[in-house]
């Protein structure tokens, strides 16, 4: 009997060890940008000759809460629905902005979240910008 399991064992195909099944990965769901998100102070991220002063500078843009926004020597409102991102001056500072917005024309961009702290701007022309939230969300002082 011993030595008909011992032939019986050795006819046997030996068993190969299966090999580890892994998961596939999974992509990461974009999550889709929003108001609260948005809020707080970023900056654009730029050559660090363009980037002046920072976060502590006119450079840096604060979505505030309320719905208002504060760049460089402007001001306006703002807000976003899906992914886009729609922005309204609603006054310029003497010789401050931008000669192509004007005060009262809205102006939409689409808004990529990257992730917390990142997000790309590409505006009605196709320019795309990189932006950085700034550590602390606080208002730009006024000069």
């Not at 402007?74 to 609603?90: K, N, P």
């Amino acid at each position: 009997m011993i030595i008909l399991s011992a032939l019986l064992l050795a006819a046997a195909p030996a068993s190969k060890p299966h090999a580890p099944v892994r998961p596939r990965p999974v992509a990461a769901k974009a999550v889709a940008p929003s108001s609260d998100w948005l809020g707080g102070l970023w900056i654009a991220d730029r050559d660090k000759g363009e980037q002046m002063e920072g976060c502590a500078g006119w450079d840096a843009v604060f979505f505030q809460a309320d719905g208002h926004y504060l760049h460089n020597e402007m001001s306006g409102q703002w807000s976003i629905d899906g992914d886009r991102l729609m922005v309204q001056r609603l006054q310029t500072l003497e010789g401050g902005g931008d000669e192509d917005e004007k005060v009262g024309d809205p102006l939409t961009s689409r808004v990529l979240r990257l992730s917390d702290d990142r997000m790309r701007l590409i505006d009605g022309k196709g320019q795309s910008t990189l932006y950085l939230r700034c550590p602390k969300p606080e208002t730009p002082v006024a000069r």
